[in-house]
């Protein structure tokens, strides 16, 4: 059964970065499209980036320009790069797979941004 754990997250000001992590077990992590989903207070966990097994990225509008997703293939990790945060970037963000998510989610990892 794959297993999903985050971290990273934490309080930034507005204009500041985070660097998430996203280690995964379970699974042949290389084979498989990767994506970072976040859910705020009272709405829906949305994908915001994915990135296929041989890296190709596409990212939501919302975070184009401003996240970077990749992958370390070797660590069976997954990462995201988060710059220019905004406080509506506020959310607890999980990693799964791209495509057609797992059943199995992880504790997700919480980013704040408030000044």
């Known amino acids: 059964q794959v297993q999903l754990v985050e971290s990273g997250g934490g309080l930034v000001q507005p204009g500041g970065s985070l660097r998430l992590s996203c280690t995964a077990s379970?699974?042949?992590?290389?084979?498989?499209?990767m994506g970072w989903y976040r859910q705020a207070p009272g709405k829906q966990r949305d994908l915001v980036a994915s990135i296929t097994s041989g890296g190709i990225t596409n990212y939501a509008d919302s975070v184009k320009g401003r996240f970077t997703i990749s992958r370390d293939n070797a660590k069976s990790t997954l990462y995201l790069q988060m710059d220019s945060l905004s406080p509506e970037d506020t959310a607890v963000y999980y990693c799964n797979a791209g495509v057609r998510p797992w059943n199995s989610w992880g504790q997700g990892t919480q980013v704040t941004v408030s000044s």
């Open positions: 379970g699974i042949i992590f290389r084979i498989y499209a």
